[in-house]
């Protein structure tokens, strides 16, 4: 980043979509993958929340946006609405492009120590609704994230998806099977992307998908990394996984 596109308190007003295809690279790049793996896997698009957007906006500066949404939220709240608009669309296209779904995230914004969850509800949650309830319905599979430590997981209720993702590494995150039942749906996760997954040894990484699916019995469970894949993950750290469910 040159600059931050949002400076001040101010520039939040400036805030507009000025390409409504936005994103239109990123659509064609899914539509190739789609094409490319054929129908039996299933390819979702990467949807950041409208507050995380505006976290890159002013530079990525969480107390910054959350201080100025709690002081201005009639500034702040329309930028976050047009937003919310742009990502609805850019969800849109990359459905009709293929996509399975959307890998909804939220980062860093869900955690207890940067708002308290009531305080999340009553200023972000209209925002995330806004984006979730207006996904069209042949989006079958659709991954809410919740990136961070300390989670107010209880948000997952309320935020539609049919399989919630987070890393039951970080400090204050319930278990799998913790976050299965409190958010009554599918969940993802159970390997540390950041350690075993890119280090290995492949043993170890065999013993967190074990570990993942006796927490769980093995039900309402998909085995992923806590957040993202690294790139320098390599190759056969990525079969150990799959070594990991087959034992």
């Not at 995330?128 to 991954?143: E, I, M, S, Y």
Request: net charge neutral; charged share 20%.
């Amino acid at each position: 980043m040159i600059k931050p596109a949002v400076p001040d308190l101010e520039s939040w007003t400036s805030v507009e979509v000025r390409n409504p295809q936005v994103f239109a690279d990123q659509v064609e790049s899914l539509r190739s993958a789609v094409r490319e793996l054929g129908p039996d896997i299933p390819v979702i698009q990467t949807v950041f929340s409208p507050i995380t957007v505006g976290g890159y906006l002013v530079g990525k500066s969480q107390s910054r946006v959350v201080r100025e949404l709690r002081k201005h939220p009639e500034v702040v709240g329309p930028a976050l609405e047009k937003m919310a608009e742009a990502l609805v669309d850019f969800s849109r296209r990359s459905i009709e492009a293929g996509a399975a779904g959307i890998f909804y995230a939220i980062s860093g914004y869900a955690g207890r120590k940067v708002m308290k969850e009531d305080v999340y509800r009553d200023l972000v949650l209209p925002y995330d609704l806004a984006v979730l309830n207006a996904l069209p319905r042949q989006a079958w599979f659709n991954v809410l994230h919740l990136c961070g430590s300390n989670l107010n997981f209880a948000l997952a209720r309320d935020l539609p998806a049919h399989a919630v993702s987070w890393s039951i590494h970080n400090q204050g995150n319930p278990s799998l099977r913790e976050g299965r039942d409190l958010a009554g749906r599918a969940v993802m996760g159970g390997l540390s992307q950041r350690s075993t997954l890119v280090y290995g040894p492949a043993s170890k990484i065999e013993d967190e998908v074990r570990a993942a699916v006796e927490d769980t019995g093995g039900r309402g469970l998909l085995v992923a990394p806590g957040c993202s894949v690294p790139p320098r993950v390599r190759d056969a750290n990525l079969a150990a996984v799959m070594s990991g469910m087959a034992a």
